[in-house]
């Protein structure tokens, strides 16, 4: 016997061995020889129905010899593909308990055993046997003790072996007139006839029904418009359905969906075990029930079972199914979902179309590689139109963008079908409203239209000519200021997209126009993107970074040429269009836009060496720097290899490569007329270089060194006992706060601000099989794609050192895109048990806040039990400390920035890490947030970088969510940045020794406002009320105190010099306790102690000389009528609202009764009458408490 042909990738040699078997047919209606090979044809079909494409060959009471030539022949055809072997052992003697079948003799008429062993030793693997007789399962025993002393025979080949046998080794056939002899080969080759036969004989309709009219049973099996074909359709489904819910996963995909015949015998087997379920009993009974009918009259109508009627209900389940997460995904397409869901999608029915949307957004975020079978079919311009028809529901609409963003995705033949289909223009006319006063577009939906734009224009020229001839950057460029940090990241992607790298096939092109038209429209989304180069979201500054790295690739050759140009005398006139030093290192906070309006130097942002290589042209070869240029007067420059004498470089200094190509990167781009871009990209690229965090700052320096700009510091590097700190680059740089910021308990009892963190935006009402499906924060998601050690996507990011031999491919890689992809491969019809968590631990929380509130109010405060003292060996001493609200931990911090995390109540160092591992360090605050939630620390450093941190107090398990420079580019030498938070806005204060006050919303990741303090000096303490949103106060170096509200048009409400005439600065202030927002506590570093009422005049109505000079800390409750001041004189002193004097500390209480050591900071637990004191000289952090306190 031959074989040959292919189903689903499987060939097939078929040997179908008969001695006298029946397969529904007559034996006695013809000439047994005649019989013989009529039965042998009847089968050859059957097989053939299940598999056409294979080739098949009968042997007909065959002899041993012709046996082994036949399956040596086959083995030898088929090669490494499947072979089946049907073996009917019908009216031939039982096999042997040795597992051998009988085969006819050649010499005369007996039958020779012919031993398993052999038979499988000439088939090989795979295979398949089906073995039709009594006791077949001596064969099956047999062949099984075989492979358990065959040393040939492995796990993989005995996977690739089937064996079906009709019984067991101990049980014979029955016999029956009804039915045919072999009733086994009959299940398996004819199911649905056999099925009948049977059910006739069971069923109460035996008695009416006619059983040749199954044979005349209409239609055709592969038709299922016919009822022929919906019953093969039921019985598929059903067997299938069984099968799935019985198999493990992977044995179930490899018998049911990798092979068509093998599934279709094991389809069939499940028949012959069972002769099938109640719903096959009930589909068979309507069929007979309406056989007669049909047969009378042809051309009456026949309700097919699985109707359009029970389409929308059968989707539907299957929608839910999927949104069970990826595991349900995974199965349904192992079961076969595939190429129903795809052929669906030629309807025009409108009914299914959200649902349809809903179950490929489902398929798609799992597996992407569907985007082939998806743009063949044309199943694109599907999904296009539902995201341009306006009646469907913006989240919705926003799968459809998704979907169609995966087909794009590194696929050209999607890009270049959707770049047809007008794609471009369906997203660029729905990112902009028609009406101005339009309520802003979901955001969700924003963000996937940026980011299916910028999947479209991925290394895509022709449709990023399209998107620019269309106006997009103008119209993308708006949505920079979003208030989601994801659409603004999602617009960067797209915009990063819309710049060119540039190619060999662009040299020699500066007179094309429509080249310079392009390079024109570049520099105008780099200008754009520069802009937002301080955004306080991590996953926007990410994006921008990749952005303008893609800027540098492009234009490389005149970037580096610009670059070089700072080698030359200050008379060059390109120096002209330089930030001037002046401009940089004042104390006013600069803006990138802010630098091409300079007149010279970029020297500041560059760091303590800058090393700049040039390509090999005129404008690198003059390598030596003038001693009268603005860089080297002002100390950035001291030396460079190619100055005279390159043996006296210095700590720092800026070194000029000559040669230096970078490898391939040669690429020529028209040049625009203003240099300025070019040299603001460099003084941004150098920000960047230096951001907080790790993965952007490695992105710069990318950048940098693409250009042949080096940041080398020759500071060394002051290591830390607190060792590395693994979470600091593990979290992509994602606006992931983990921020459910909801109000506080005083907040909602005071009926001031009762307001959700992030609450989603409201969408319409939507039908019942959607319920639930709402936009689900895409920042709650981290991608686990970044597991690589130093937490950065692309490998080559790990080092800032340039590779040699520099190409394409060194681009670092956006992160937006595959981050984004997670929102939709979690639930989003079902809520998340997680949040009921978070609920109910919130509400026990406030439980608990309420009663500690109502105990210290009532308590006499006096602060004089130690009930801690802690050692935290700082080098530095102890610079700011944090009591936990619902557990017995402190946090403490020092000017190295070192954390370290301690249990007071066990006496139990917890966890210690670095803020950071860079050389420039001071500390300024520690702050949390949520602290009703899973809390997050922020650490803010005096360089005004901010740092929040999750799971800190986990050893070893801190994770940097999130990282920003809070005063963007200001630089002092006194590094006096201070901060504070507001819970109930979800505003961060931050300031100094500047003019302005910053005002950061972190839900927004933006900076909201910047508030001019109206003072000649600058800030040194900043307070934010808890009662009233948007309003804090402010304590000045030159003693004065203002409070401002970001609510009122002015800004500033208050105003008063209660410390004058004294100089010294204020170094703490305060709003009191409880709910009267009015009253403020100020302390200066002179001693004093002053009261303030706002409604009352600018004088204060209260003071306490509470020490002589040296005041170092001042303390206010949140609820208790209490505040707390330390000295450098080794003094705490706890006073009431009232200014009497509650408690003095002095002394350790030891028997040796030693002094406390200088007081470098303090502050009170939020609900409990507890007060935290960290010393300075001998970095011991003391917490005090009242003499009744008990450990929880």
Same mark, same amino acid.
């Given at each position: 016997?031959v074989s040959?042909?292919?189903?689903q990738?499987q060939?097939?040699g078929s040997?179908?061995?008969m001695?006298?078997?029946?397969?529904?047919?007559?034996?006695f209606?013809?000439?047994?020889?005649?019989a013989l090979e009529?039965?042998?044809?009847?089968l050859?079909s059957?097989y053939e129905r299940?598999?056409?494409?294979?080739?098949y060959?009968?042997?007909?009471?065959p002899?041993?010899?012709?046996v082994k030539?036949l399956?040596?022949?086959c083995?030898?055809?088929?090669?490494?593909?499947?072979?089946?072997?049907?073996?009917?052992?019908?009216?031939?003697?039982?096999p042997?308990?040795?597992?051998?079948?009988?085969?006819?003799?050649?010499?005369?008429?007996q039958y020779i055993?012919?031993p398993i062993?052999d038979?499988?030793s000439?088939l090989?693997?795979?295979?398949?046997y089906?073995?039709?007789?009594?006791a077949?399962?001596?064969?099956?025993k047999?062949?099984?003790?075989?492979?358990?002393?065959?040393s040939?025979?492995?796990a993989?080949?005995?996977?690739d072996c089937?064996?079906l046998?009709?019984?067991e080794?101990h049980?014979t056939?029955p016999?029956s007139a009804?039915?045919?002899?072999?009733?086994?080969?009959?299940?398996?080759?004819?199911?649905i006839?056999?099925?009948?036969?049977?059910?006739?004989?069971?069923?109460l309709l035996r008695d009416?029904m006619e059983?040749?009219?199954?044979?005349?049973?209409p239609g055709r099996q592969?038709?299922?418009k016919t009822l022929?074909?919906?019953?093969?359709?039921?019985?598929?489904?059903?067997?299938?359905t069984i099968?799935?819910n019985?198999?493990p996963h992977?044995?179930?995909?490899r018998?049911?969906r990798?092979?068509?015949?093998?599934a279709s015998?094991?389809?069939?087997?499940?028949?012959?075990?069972?002769i099938?379920r109640?719903?096959?009993?009930m589909?068979?009974?309507?069929?007979?029930?309406?056989?007669?009918?049909?047969?009378?009259?042809p051309n009456?109508e026949?309700?097919?079972l699985l109707?359009?009627s029970?389409?929308?209900?059968?989707?539907?389940l299957?929608?839910?199914?999927?949104?069970m997460?990826?595991?349900?995904?995974?199965?349904?397409?192992?079961?076969?979902?595939?190429?129903?869901?795809?052929?669906?999608?030629?309807?025009?029915a409108?009914?299914?179309?959200?649902?349809?949307?809903?179950?490929?957004?489902?398929?798609?975020s799992?597996?992407?590689?569907?985007?082939v079978?998806?743009?063949?079919?044309?199943?694109? @311009?599907?999904? =296009?139109?539902f995201l341009?028809s306006?009646?469907?529901? *913006? &989240?919705?609409r926003a799968? $459809?963008a /998704?979907? !169609?963003?995966?087909i794009?995705d590194?696929?050209?033949?999607?890009q270049?079908a959707?770049?047809?289909?007008?794609?471009?223009?369906v997203c660029?006319?729905?990112?902009q409203p028609?009406n101005?006063?339009?309520?802003?577009?979901?955001?969700?939906?924003?963000?996937?239209?940026?980011?299916?734009?910028?999947?479209l224009?991925?290394d895509?020229?022709?449709?990023?000519?399209l998107?620019?001839?269309?106006? @997009?950057?103008? =119209?993308?460029?708006?949505l920079?200021?979003?208030?989601? *940090? &994801?659409?603004?990241?999602? $617009?960067? /992607?797209? !915009?990063?997209?819309?710049?060119?790298?540039?190619?060999?096939?662009?040299?020699?092109a500066?007179?094309?126009?429509?080249?310079?038209?392009k390079?024109?429209?570049?520099i105008?989304?780099?200008?754009s993107?520069?802009?937002?180069s301080?955004?306080?979201?991590?996953l926007?500054?990410?994006e921008?970074a990749?952005?303008?790295?893609?800027f540098?690739?492009?234009?490389n050759?005149?970037?580096?040429?610009? @670059?070089?140009?700072y080698?030359?005398?200050q008379t060059?006139?390109?120096?002209?269009?330089l930030?001037?030093? $002046?401009?940089?290192n004042?104390?006013?906070v600069y803006?990138?836009?802010?630098l091409?309006?300079g007149s010279s130097?970029?020297?500041?942002?560059?760091?303590?060496?800058l090393?700049v290589g040039s390509d090999?042209?005129?404008?690198?070869?003059d390598?030596r720097?003038?001693?009268?240029?603005p860089?080297?007067?002002n100390s950035?420059m001291?030396g460079?290899?190619?100055?005279?004498?390159s043996?006296?470089?210095?700590?720092?200094g800026?070194?000029?490569?000559?040669?230096?190509s970078?490898?391939?990167?040669?690429?020529?781009?028209s040049?625009?007329?203003?240099?300025?871009?070019y040299?603001?990209?460099?003084?941004t690229?150098?920000?960047v270089?230096?951001?907080?965090?790790?993965?952007?700052?490695?992105?710069?320096?990318r950048?940098?060194?693409?250009i042949g700009?080096?940041?080398v510091?020759?500071r060394n590097?002051?290591?830390s006992?607190g060792?590395?700190h693994?979470g600091e680059?593990?979290?992509?740089?994602s606006s992931?706060?983990?921020?459910?910021r909801s109000?506080?308990?005083?907040?909602?009892?005071?009926?001031?601000f009762?307001?959700?963190?992030r609450?989603?935006?409201?969408s319409?009402?939507?039908?019942?099989?959607l319920?639930?499906?709402?936009r689900?924060c895409?920042m709650?998601?981290?991608p686990?794609?970044?597991n690589s050690?130093?937490?950065?996507?692309?490998?080559?990011l790990?080092?800032?050192?340039?590779p040699?031999n520099?190409?394409?491919?060194?681009l670092?890689?956006?992160?937006?895109?595959?981050w984004?992809c997670?929102h939709?491969?979690?639930?989003?019809?079902?809520g998340?048990?997680d949040?009921?968590e978070?609920n109910?631990?919130?509400?026990?929380?406030?439980?608990i806040?309420?009663?500690c509130?109502?105990?210290?109010?009532?308590?006499?405060?006096?602060?004089?039990?130690q009930?801690?003292?802690w050692d935290?060996?700082f080098e530095?001493?102890?610079?700011?400390?944090?009591?936990?609200?619902f557990?017995?931990i402190?946090?403490?911090?020092?000017e190295n920035?070192?954390?370290?995390?301690?249990n007071y109540?066990?006496?139990?160092?917890?966890?210690?890490?670095?803020n950071?591992?860079?050389?420039?360090?001071?500390?300024?605050?520690?702050l949390?947030?949520?602290?009703?939630?899973?809390?997050?620390?922020?650490?803010?450093?005096?360089d005004g970088?901010v740092?929040?941190?999750?799971?800190?107090?986990?050893?070893?398990?801190?994770?940097?969510?999130?990282?920003?420079?809070?005063?963007?580019?200001?630089?002092?030498?006194?590094?006096?940045?201070?901060?504070?938070?507001?819970?109930?806005s979800?505003?961060?204060?931050?300031?100094?020794d500047?003019?302005?006050?910053l005002?950061?919303?972190?839900d927004?990741?933006?900076?909201v406002?910047?508030?001019?303090?109206t003072?000649d000096?600058?800030?040194?303490?900043?307070?934010?009320?808890?009662?009233?949103c948007?309003?804090?106060?402010?304590?000045?170096?030159?003693a004065?105190?203002?409070?401002?509200?970001?609510?009122?048009?002015?800004?500033?409400?208050?105003?008063?010099?209660?410390?004058?005439?004294?100089?010294?600065?204020?170094v703490g202030?305060?709003?009191?306790p409880?709910?009267?927002?009015?009253?403020?506590v100020?302390?200066s570093?002179?001693?004093d102690?002053?009261f303030l009422?706002?409604?009352?005049?600018?004088?204060?109505?209260?003071?306490?000389?509470?020490?002589?000079g040296?005041?170092m800390?001042?303390?206010?409750?949140r609820?208790?009528?209490?505040?707390?001041?330390?000295?450098?004189?080794?003094?705490?002193?706890?006073f009431?609202?009232?200014?009497?004097q509650?408690t003095i500390?002095?002394?350790?209480?030891s028997?040796?009764?030693?002094?406390?050591g200088?007081?470098?900071?303090?502050?009170f637990?939020r609900?409990?009458?507890?007060?935290?004191?960290?010393?300075g000289?001998?970095?011991?952090?003391?917490?005090y408490?009242?003499d009744n306190y008990?450990?929880q």
């Amino acid at each position: 016997m031959v074989s040959g042909g292919n189903g689903q990738n499987q060939h097939y040699g078929s040997i179908v061995i008969m001695l006298q078997f029946l397969v529904i047919q007559d034996p006695f209606s013809m000439a047994p020889p005649k019989a013989l090979e009529t039965i042998g044809k009847t089968l050859h079909s059957q097989y053939e129905r299940w598999q056409p494409k294979a080739r098949y060959k009968l042997q007909l009471d065959p002899t041993l010899e012709e046996v082994k030539k036949l399956c040596n022949t086959c083995r030898k055809f088929a090669r490494t593909e499947r072979v089946l072997f049907h073996y009917n052992g019908h009216g031939v003697p039982k096999p042997t308990a040795n597992g051998e079948i009988w085969v006819f003799n050649k010499s005369y008429t007996q039958y020779i055993p012919l031993p398993i062993t052999d038979l499988d030793s000439w088939l090989k693997t795979p295979s398949i046997y089906v073995f039709d007789c009594s006791a077949a399962g001596m064969i099956v025993k047999a062949f099984l003790e075989r492979l358990d002393w065959s040393s040939s025979s492995s796990a993989s080949s005995s996977k690739d072996c089937i064996l079906l046998a009709a019984c067991e080794a101990h049980q014979t056939l029955p016999q029956s007139a009804e039915f045919p002899a072999d009733v086994f080969t009959a299940c398996l080759t004819t199911p649905i006839k056999m099925a009948l036969h049977w059910f006739c004989n069971r069923s109460l309709l035996r008695d009416s029904m006619e059983h040749n009219l199954i044979d005349q049973i209409p239609g055709r099996q592969n038709d299922r418009k016919t009822l022929l074909g919906e019953l093969n359709w039921i019985f598929t489904a059903i067997t299938d359905t069984i099968a799935w819910n019985v198999l493990p996963h992977d044995l179930f995909q490899r018998l049911f969906r990798q092979d068509l015949l093998v599934a279709s015998l094991f389809r069939n087997f499940l028949l012959a075990e069972r002769i099938m379920r109640d719903a096959w009993d009930m589909a068979a009974e309507i069929c007979l029930s309406k056989l007669p009918q049909l047969i009378a009259d042809p051309n009456a109508e026949f309700q097919v079972l699985l109707s359009q009627s029970h389409r929308f209900r059968a989707l539907v389940l299957l929608g839910r199914f999927l949104d069970m997460g990826p595991w349900a995904v995974d199965l349904a397409l192992s079961v076969g979902i595939f190429p129903y869901v795809l052929k669906l999608l030629q309807t025009s029915a409108m009914e299914l179309r959200q649902i349809l949307v809903f179950i490929w957004t489902k398929i798609l975020s799992l597996d992407k590689s569907c985007q082939v079978d998806l743009v063949k079919d044309g199943g694109h @311009a599907y999904f =296009i139109r539902f995201l341009d028809s306006l009646d469907a529901y *913006p &989240e919705q609409r926003a799968m $459809a963008a /998704f979907v !169609l963003a995966v087909i794009v995705d590194g696929h050209r033949v999607g890009q270049e079908a959707c770049a047809n289909a007008g794609l471009i223009y369906v997203c660029l006319r729905h990112l902009q409203p028609e009406n101005p006063n339009d309520a802003q577009t979901e955001p969700l939906l924003l963000q996937w239209l940026c980011l299916c734009l910028g999947k479209l224009w991925e290394d895509f020229p022709e449709a990023q000519l399209l998107g620019l001839q269309s106006n @997009a950057p103008e =119209i993308v460029i708006c949505l920079l200021s979003e208030p989601q *940090p &994801e659409v603004r990241a999602s $617009a960067v /992607f797209a !915009l990063g997209n819309l710049v060119d790298i540039g190619s060999p096939s662009l040299n020699g092109a500066d007179d094309d126009s429509d080249d310079d038209e392009k390079v024109r429209a570049e520099i105008n989304v780099v200008r754009s993107l520069l802009q937002i180069s301080s955004d306080g979201s991590p996953l926007v500054r990410s994006e921008v970074a990749v952005a303008l790295t893609r800027f540098a690739m492009g234009h490389n050759k005149h970037i580096k040429s610009v @670059a070089a140009e700072y080698w030359k005398p200050q008379t060059n006139s390109l120096l002209k269009s330089l930030p001037s030093l $002046a401009n940089i290192n004042s104390s006013n906070v600069y803006s990138p836009s802010s630098l091409i309006q300079g007149s010279s130097g970029l020297a500041s942002h560059i760091g303590p060496v800058l090393r700049v290589g040039s390509d090999n042209s005129a404008t690198a070869r003059d390598g030596r720097i003038s001693t009268s240029s603005p860089i080297a007067t002002n100390s950035i420059m001291h030396g460079s290899p190619q100055s005279d004498d390159s043996s006296q470089h210095s700590d720092s200094g800026i070194l000029l490569r000559e040669n230096a190509s970078n490898g391939g990167l040669n690429y020529s781009r028209s040049r625009p007329i203003d240099n300025g871009i070019y040299s603001q990209f460099i003084a941004t690229m150098c920000n960047v270089a230096k951001d907080p965090y790790p993965r952007i700052a490695s992105i710069g320096k990318r950048a940098l060194s693409l250009i042949g700009v080096e940041q080398v510091s020759m500071r060394n590097s002051r290591l830390s006992n607190g060792g590395a700190h693994p979470g600091e680059t593990s979290v992509p740089p994602s606006s992931n706060f983990g921020m459910a910021r909801s109000s506080s308990w005083f907040d909602m009892n005071s009926g001031n601000f009762s307001m959700a963190f992030r609450t989603p935006p409201v969408s319409p009402p939507q039908h019942d099989y959607l319920t639930g499906l709402r936009r689900v924060c895409s920042m709650e998601f981290r991608p686990h794609v970044l597991n690589s050690p130093d937490g950065l996507a692309d490998p080559l990011l790990s080092s800032s050192a340039a590779p040699s031999n520099m190409g394409l491919d060194i681009l670092p890689q956006s992160l937006i895109y595959r981050w984004s992809c997670g929102h939709f491969s979690r639930p989003l019809l079902t809520g998340s048990d997680d949040n009921e968590e978070a609920n109910a631990r919130r509400e026990e929380r406030e439980r608990i806040a309420m009663d500690c509130i109502a105990k210290c109010q009532r308590s006499s405060c006096k602060m004089t039990s130690q009930i801690a003292s802690w050692d935290t060996r700082f080098e530095l001493g102890t610079k700011a400390s944090l009591l936990l609200p619902f557990s017995p931990i402190v946090v403490a911090a020092d000017e190295n920035e070192q954390i370290r995390v301690w249990n007071y109540d066990d006496a139990l160092p917890v966890n210690t890490f670095e803020n950071h591992k860079l050389s420039d360090r001071g500390l300024s605050k520690l702050l949390l947030i949520n602290e009703l939630d899973d809390s997050l620390l922020l650490v803010g450093s005096s360089d005004g970088n901010v740092r929040i941190w999750r799971n800190y107090t986990q050893k070893g398990g801190q994770k940097l969510v999130t990282a920003f420079s809070s005063v963007q580019g200001y630089r002092s030498a006194g590094r006096s940045i201070v901060f504070d938070w507001q819970q109930q806005s979800g505003y961060l204060y931050a300031s100094g020794d500047m003019s302005s006050i910053l005002v950061w919303d972190l839900d927004k990741e933006q900076l909201v406002n910047t508030i001019q303090s109206t003072a000649d000096s600058g800030i040194s303490a900043l307070s934010a009320s808890q009662v009233r949103c948007g309003q804090f106060a402010a304590g000045f170096l030159d003693a004065s105190v203002r409070i401002f509200d970001v609510r009122t048009p002015d800004r500033l409400v208050y105003t008063a010099r209660p410390h004058a005439p004294r100089s010294e600065k204020v170094v703490g202030i305060g709003f009191q306790p409880g709910f009267d927002p009015y009253k403020i506590v100020s302390a200066s570093q002179a001693g004093d102690i002053q009261f303030l009422d706002v409604r009352r005049a600018s004088e204060p109505y209260l003071t306490i000389e509470a020490h002589r000079g040296s005041l170092m800390a001042l303390a206010v409750h949140r609820h208790a009528p209490v505040i707390a001041s330390g000295s450098a004189k080794q003094m705490i002193k706890v006073f009431s609202l009232e200014g009497e004097q509650l408690t003095i500390i002095r002394y350790q209480p030891s028997f040796m009764g030693q002094r406390i050591g200088s007081v470098n900071c303090l502050s009170f637990h939020r609900y409990k009458s507890l007060l935290a004191a960290g010393a300075g000289d001998n970095a011991l952090v003391s917490i005090y408490a009242e003499d009744n306190y008990q450990v929880q």
